[in-house]
């Protein structure tokens, strides 16, 4: 079963690893599209009529910015899934690369306040004196990564004892 979940795990992030770029690139292109999305989607008193073309531009390089993390993080973690679905479990590779994913999800954590404050800032620069809007917010959301980071950096640490262990027996044999 391990084997056909690994397999699960390395095409879903295959899929994403390939959709988003397209999905990104759309939106450079058709900016008015990532406008109608951020309408919808960002619950802040902006005053949409205010925000320029430039505001839009900069929100979708910001947001690439922000979602770069994620993607790397995906890239990391979808190698020893491959490699867990070969049965390779325990080697340095595997380790060094679900540590790296680790790392890029508390990356990602901690960055996704920052993307959400100078998204409200950005796009309510417009906003007359008095009217412009700073939100900030840390949630649960974060705090279930950021576990979820240093759960996968003990596991990442493991792996390599683990490897150190076959190693030895490999030497004994």
């Not at 994403?16 to 406008?35: E, G, H, K, Q, R």
């Not at 950021?146 to 150190?164: E, G, P, Y």
Request: hydrophobic share 55%; with cysteine.
């Amino acid at each position: 079963m391990t084997k056909y979940f690994s397999i699960f795990i390395y095409w879903i992030c295959n899929g994403v690893l390939m959709i988003v770029p397209v999905f990104v690139l759309y939106f450079l292109w058709d900016i008015n599209s990532l406008a109608s999305l951020a309408k919808t989607n960002i619950n802040l008193p902006i005053i949409w009529e205010t925000v320029k073309s430039w505001q839009w531009y900069s929100l979708w390089v910001l947001t690439t910015a922000y979602m770069s993390i994620g993607l790397v993080g995906l890239y990391f973690l979808r190698r020893p899934f491959q490699n867990f679905a070969n049965g390779e479990l325990f080697n340095l590779f595997n380790s060094l690369n679900l540590k790296r994913f680790s790392i890029l999800l508390f990356a990602h954590a901690i960055a996704t306040p920052l993307y959400f404050s100078l998204s409200s800032v950005l796009l309510s620069l417009n906003h007359p004196d008095g009217q412009k809007v700073l939100s900030v917010s840390f949630g649960s959301n974060e705090i279930k990564s950021i576990v979820l980071a240093m759960i996968f950096w003990v596991l990442s640490n493991l792996l390599v004892d683990a490897a150190k262990l076959k190693s030895e027996n490999q030497q004994f044999v």
